[in-house]
């Protein structure tokens, strides 16, 4: 599928409803419609993930095609009056899953090493890495390895804790403990190589 260059109107509750009704009946206007509305979300998603664009895009239509698959399981979650905020909830849940699918299936091919005795504590005070913009942060982060990377955007970005990151990847959690420390040091060395003369001033 083709990703919608214009940008669309939001969908309403009620139209969303019944985009729904037609994909589950397998209209593949339906279908197309409801990928071009979400398309967006799901690859700024999958981005933070990823390393490059096209792997991105590959985790991105992996998890439409689940989407697709699982619709009828879809439901609405309580806390979410608005069926839209509930979809767009469960269309990430999906990408973050397929994304850790990919991982697994090609960590094999990736050489980490671990440090299980590494653990980070959190600097009290902000550092320039915390002052960046959301779209710097992002591209730093996709340059982290796999395994950094993975653990970071679960951890700091989508709120896993290290026992569920360790569950999802089949890791430790000193591993996940020890991978976000080394991301976090890895961004501050990126920060320190690009922002030189910030960093500098932040530390006098």
Known sequence: MEEQSNNLVPLTDEQLASLLEGCRKGISASQQQLYEQFCRYAMAICLRY?????????????????????????????????????????????????????????????????DHALMYKADPQATPLDKLSHEELMKMVQMLSPAYRMVFNMFVIDGYSHEEIARQLGISVGTSKSNLAKAREKLRKMLLSRYAELYSRYER
């Open 50 to 114: 990823a390393h490059q664009e096209d792997e991105a895009r590959q985790v991105m239509n992996d998890g439409f095609v689940k989407v697709f698959t699982h619709l009828h399981q879809f439901r609405p979650e309580k806390q979410h009056q608005h069926l839209v905020v509930s979809f767009k909830s469960w269309i990430k849940k999906i990408m973050i899953y397929t994304a850790i699918d990919y991982f697994r299936a090609n960590r094999k091919h990736q050489h980490e090493e671990v």
